[in-house]
């Protein structure tokens, strides 16, 4: 492919890139077969991530630049989506090593999973959740949209929990339902359900499936009433 190397070359022509890595789907497919190409490059200088989109002959090259103190940053922050793409890539050029030095780094940071959350992060999830499902339930004047809009903001803070609590990084929000078919069929058939129906006992369900082995040594009670029964 005529475009990707010379573009490739003008990248390497730079004393300031040092390492080019193909990310994402590109890394894996045929080039030749490609409209879209992801690349990280790291840089020996700079003080920001800078990202750079252009069109060249009709394929799109989006470019990633990383200066060294920034991707040593994005490391020991455990930043997914850069211990990701980078645990996946391929190296296509690099000067001094450092790619082949991240790159393992990358890889044995993504092994160990997610950062882990503590009981008390757990506990206020959970109880933060409950309030807010328990304050739509007993509305009167919301409608399906807002309830759908709703609903997917609280599953979305609940399913992130859940790949959290099994060591498993957070799958990109295009994936969440394919990963979970495989992962757990009982939680998400009980998705499905919750947006055929919009019931909100069957999202209470969930988040309790979610958040079940964590509740056993918890001593609070909430206990909720409706604004009715607060007047007698």
Not at 93 to 114: I, T
Not at 128 to 150: A, N, P
Not at 158 to 176: E, G, T
């Amino acid at each position: 492919m005529d475009v990707f190397k010379e573009e490739l070359k003008k990248l390497q022509d730079d004393d300031n890139n040092l390492s080019i890595l193909l990310v994402g789907s590109a890394q894996t497919l045929d080039l030749m077969d490609r409209k879209d190409i992801d690349l990280f490059v790291i840089t020996k200088s700079g003080k920001y991530q800078i990202r750079e989109i252009k069109k060249i002959s009709n394929i799109e090259f989006d470019i990633n630049y990383f200066p060294l103190s920034i991707v040593d940053k994005l490391i020991d922050d455990k930043e997914q989506f850069f211990i990701e793409a980078m645990s996946n890539s391929t190296i296509i050029y690099d000067k001094q090593g450092f790619a082949f030095e991240y790159v393992n780094l990358c890889v044995k940071e993504y092994n160990k999973g997610p950062e882990k959350l503590s009981h008390d992060e757990i506990l206020n999830i959970y109880f933060s959740l409950v309030d807010d499902i328990k304050r739509i339930k007993y509305r009167q004047d919301i409608d399906k949209g807002e309830i759908s809009y709703l609903y997917s903001v609280y599953l979305k803070r609940a399913l992130d929990v859940y790949f959290r609590l099994n060591n498993k990084w957070i799958p990109k929000d295009k994936k969440m339902f394919k990963v979970l078919k495989k992962e757990d069929i009982y939680l998400y058939e009980m998705i499905k359900k919750l947006y055929k129906t919009y019931d909100c006992c069957i999202l209470e369900d969930i988040i309790r499936y979610i958040f079940k082995g964590n509740l056993e040594k918890t001593y609070i009670k909430m206990i909720y009433k409706r604004g009715d029964d607060l007047n007698g």
